[in-house]
């Protein structure tokens, strides 16, 4: 059964918008939520984290938002501009266990 | 934000030799270190995790004796790729959990290419 579910596949937005990814996931006792950005030929970076004590958290342009009742959390990316172009992926935890990793979305952002 | 550094980031070998993969966490200690595999267009494919000082836990499937991975220090695993096949051709990625967050930082990954 996959832990964290992650969609869309892939996304085309316009610079200047708002990009938005989203997962779900299975297990409530994961208590951990991170977002990576990948570029091709690089390992993963750890772009921005949740636990869920919060339902939102913002670092610059962006935004996760965490909804613990529905088991969802997505990323926002605001004013997306052709260098986020990349593929994100979210995953999951308990703390000290290992990380569950949704299938990834391709961002490309069209200038 | 934290390094890991991998090592090599490309290595060409012949079927049959042996590569070692480098991964060290350069600004924190890592009890725990985890090494993925990632097929082109594809999620990371947990291989196993590697704890300071014991033995690493390998996931289903994947073959103990083919990947050998030893975590010496709390700042270094090496993955060992022993009697390469084409088929061992991917990319390989590791990736180091801090002691104190739990966040997981990943290292630049390494292309295995295997002739």
């Known amino acids: 059964q996959q832990q964290v579910k992650q969609s869309p596949q892939s996304l085309i937005v316009q610079k200047g918008g708002i990009s938005i990814i989203n997962c779900a996931y299975e297990n409530t006792a994961f208590d951990y939520f991170p977002w990576y950005q990948q570029f091709p030929g690089k390992g993963p970076a750890l772009l921005i984290a949740i636990r869920p004590d919060v339902s939102e958290k913002k670092e610059g342009r962006f935004t996760i938002s965490f909804n613990k009742s529905a088991k969802q959390f997505s990323l926002h990316i605001m004013d997306s501009q052709p260098g986020d172009s990349a593929t994100y992926f979210c995953?999951?935890?308990?703390?000290?266990?290992?990380?569950?990793f949704g299938s990834g979305t391709k961002l490309n952002v069209k200038p | 934000g934290a390094v890991v550094s991998q090592h090599p980031s490309r290595v060409i070998c012949k079927s049959g030799t042996s590569v070692k993969i480098e991964c060290r966490s350069l600004?924190?200690?890592?009890?725990?270190m985890f090494w993925y595999r990632q097929f082109p267009k594809q999620s990371l494919m947990l291989m196993a995790t590697s704890n300071e000082g014991s033995k690493a836990t390998y996931e289903q499937g994947v073959e103990k004796d083919k990947f050998l991975i030893n975590h010496a220090s709390l700042t270094l695993s090496t993955l060992t790729v022993t009697s390469a096949h084409p088929e061992d051709s991917s990319f390989y990625i590791c990736?180091?959990?801090?002691?104190?967050?739990?966040?997981?930082?990943f290292g630049e990954g390494s292309r295995l290419t295997v002739l």
């Open positions: 600004d924190f200690q890592a009890t725990t």
């Open positions: 990736s180091a959990r801090r002691q104190n967050t739990g966040e997981l930082f």
């Open positions: 995953a999951a935890n308990t703390r000290f266990n290992k990380f569950y």
